[in-house]
């Protein structure tokens, strides 16, 4: 078993709690932070979808909680899959315009959105 890092043992007690409500105060202040762990990136991009710009490492959970809270956030995404698609679409319907050959069924549920 393999140490992975966690936010534990990267920061200390104090100083993690001092990120993480600079995030929740202004969650784009990801953008200084040069140790960005999987929870302080949800904790950003889950109040603001568009902090997902400054996300290093942009794993599938992080894109689908920011697509959640703000379907434009997809341009933020390189090859995103059809279930962030979806995400998306029903978080902003305006977003389609970032899709390149949007199927019929995404168009529909960017209407209804």
Known sequence: ?????????IFHGKQFHEIRMALIKDPMSLKHLEKQ????????????????????????YVCERALKQNGMAIRFITNPSWSMWGYAVRSNGLCI???????????????VN
């Open 37 to 60: 762990t999987e929870l302080l990136c949800v904790i950003a991009v889950s109040i603001n979808g568009l902090a997902l710009q400054y996300v290093k490492d942009k794993t599938s």
């Open 97 to 111: 315009q970032f899709a390149n050959k949007p199927s019929d069924s995404l168009c529909m549920e960017a209407i």
């Open 1 to 9: 078993m393999t140490d992975q890092p966690t936010e534990k043992n």
